[in-house]
């Protein structure tokens, strides 16, 4: 089975701090992603990357950065925490193939609060 | 860009009935593919069904099955025979046929699904 783990479910930070959020997989996916999921917004795409090193902006990448040194992990990192970055964060993994069978893998998310 | 589009946001259906979560989507590629996602509360989001676009027969998987209308732009979700652990939040997601890249996903808003026993 594929895993896709993230390193808290909850997590509270207080305004201004830098916070970091660790995604993992274990099914050498070359692709990994970070979305924020709001409701009524659904998921929105932040930043992804398709190889080591490598990586590219989404919709909404303004106050996050990304880091992926090792194909298994992807960080997403809030460099100055915001109130307005409060929200549920999501990590997904996948094969780069563009085949019909690819779908993305999930992490179980991290709830971020920012106080 | 491609949009995609969940008009309903909270659904509700007695338990063995049959609900219809509606989708659509905007874009303006002939090849692409269509997915529905659920997450049940607090448990991580999994693939339902997924669809190709030059593919005219709708997909189905046990009771959960889709109505692809190519030329509206709908991807509607049938689940029959609804179960209490079918309740969970239903998103509908639309993804390029692109050779190069990360084959991202856009996502509509979500539905909610309460099963009533």
């Known amino acids: 089975d594929v895993k896709v783990t993230q390193s808290s479910r909850y997590l509270v930070k207080r305004t201004g701090e830098k916070v970091f959020l660790e995604c993992v997989q274990d099914?050498?996916?070359?692709?990994m992603f970070w979305y924020r999921q709001d409701p009524g917004l659904g998921l929105r795409l932040i930043y992804f990357?398709?190889?080591?090193?490598?990586?590219e902006k989404g919709d909404i990448p303004e106050g996050y950065s990304v880091s992926r040194e090792k194909k298994e992990r992807f960080s997403l990192i809030l460099e100055s925490a915001s109130t307005n970055q409060t929200s549920m964060y999501l990590c997904?993994?996948?094969?780069?193939?563009?085949?019909?069978?690819?779908?993305?893998?999930f992490g179980p998310g991290t709830r971020l609060t920012v106080l | 860009a491609q949009t995609v589009t969940q008009s309903q946001p909270e659904m509700s259906v007695q338990e063995a009935e049959t609900v219809t979560l509606s989708c659509t989507y905007d874009t303006s590629e002939s090849d692409y593919y269509l997915f529905w996602y659920k997450q049940p509360p607090s448990r991580q989001m999994i693939l339902v069904i997924r669809q190709e676009a030059y593919k005219q027969q709708n997909a189905t998987e046990n009771r959960f099955s889709v109505n692809f209308q190519k030329a509206a732009k709908s991807f509607s979700l049938k689940i029959s025979d609804s179960q209490l652990g079918d309740a969970a939040m239903y998103f509908c997601?639309?993804?390029?046929?692109?050779?190069?890249?990360?084959?991202?996903?856009?996502f509509g808003q979500g539905t909610r699904l309460t099963i009533n026993p």
């Open positions: 997601a639309y993804r390029s046929d692109i050779i190069q890249g990360a084959q991202k996903l856009v």
């Open positions: 099914m050498d996916h070359e692709n």
């Open positions: 990357s398709y190889d080591v090193k490598m990586k």
């Open positions: 997904a993994s996948s094969l780069r193939d563009r085949g019909y069978y690819n779908e993305q893998f």
